[in-house]
């Protein structure tokens, strides 16, 4: 789960407000292919539920807050994203949930990789078997 790491943005922002600029190769670990972000979920809704095989994510909540778990399937780790200056990054094939959505909750996903539907491991039983671990 050492592959898991949460990646600290520097706040470049003065007396106007607050700026955060996150580039490619550069702040994260990746060349961005899609960004996309999730809102309106409430604090009962679990998304995610997914493991990938090509692509990696960088997670930031950069308004309201909340969870991410992530496993392997042998070790887990689960992080509170209530910063918007930081972020987790989440390495191929690892299990992830987000979850425990504050009302005002924006979370930016940014990856490596164009949608392909086919690359996701959807099923957790099915995932724990691609990785070698038995129940």
């Not at 995610?48 to 778990?69: D, P, T, Y």
């Amino acid at each position: 789960m050492e592959l898991c790491r949460l990646l600290d943005f520097k706040d470049l922002g003065d007396e106007r407000g607050k700026l955060v600029v996150i580039e490619g190769n550069q702040d994260i670990p990746f060349e961005i292919k899609r960004v996309f972000y999730i809102y309106g979920s409430d604090s009962q809704v679990v998304r995610g539920q997914h493991a990938n095989k090509e692509s990696e994510f960088v997670l930031i909540n950069v308004a309201g807050k909340s969870k991410v778990r992530v496993t392997d399937g042998v070790g887990e780790h689960i992080v509170e994203l209530n910063r918007p200056m930081q972020g987790i990054y989440i390495p191929k094939m690892i299990w992830k949930d987000m979850y425990d959505f504050s009302e005002d909750s924006v979370l930016l996903v940014i990856t490596n990789t164009h949608y392909d539907g086919k690359e996701y491991i959807r099923d957790y039983d099915e995932y724990l078997k691609v990785m070698g671990v038995k129940k």
